[in-house]
């Protein structure tokens, strides 16, 4: 690689990183002050950078919020997906979703709780883009837990008159509601139970490992 291509390469991933580092900052005060709370003001304020620097990044508060929106997603699909889609296919993934929920939660990997639960809950009155992106993650949230009940169901692991649709409804209204709980009173006890609730909805007790039946 000659000295040119290196002079290129470099002021890209330089502002690639550092575009990383405001949206991270702007999905944490995203579940504290709201996306409709983030502004170019105090996003600046937060990362010690200039107005006109945020400005080259991002042209308008939308453009800012959608922006904030996927870098949400991509730590969920990194904190929560991954490694329940490295669990072993059918229940084994559904108490691994679950599990590597709370652990997001129990990280405090933002200071408000789950992200997108929070944003579902604000953006659900207000027309538009940003409503439609977190209302695609909640659509593919729910669709990814239902394939693991589902897939659970086919290989016997669940009863038979399980229904993969109202499952993965519950399991997901337990997660939010520790969620809930947890931003409020600040006490992992809070996630131990909702464990606890969930391997007892999936049959498997409190210490049961996933894949019995």
Known sequence: MNQQSRAHRRPRADGERTRGAILRTAASLATVDGLEGLSIGNLAAATG???SGLYAHFGSKQELQLATV?????????????PALSAAPGLAQLVAVCEAFFDYLQRRTFP???FFAAAALEMGTRPGP????????QSGFGALVRG????????????????????????YGIMLAADTSFVLHDDPAVLNLARQ??????GLGNGGNAGES
Request: net charge negative; with cysteine.
């Open 70 to 82: 996927e870098e949400a997603d991509r730590i969920f699909q990194a904190e929560v997906a991954q």
């Open 49 to 51: 950078m200039s107005k």
């Open 112 to 114: 408000g709780g789950c």
């Open 130 to 137: 940003v409503k439609e992106r977190v209302a695609d993650f």
């Open 197 to 202: 609730i969930i391997r007892q909805r999936l």
């Open 148 to 171: 693991f009940a589902a897939t659970a169901l086919e290989q016997h692991e669940l009863p038979a008159h399980e229904d993969p649709d109202r499952l993965a409804f519950e399991l």
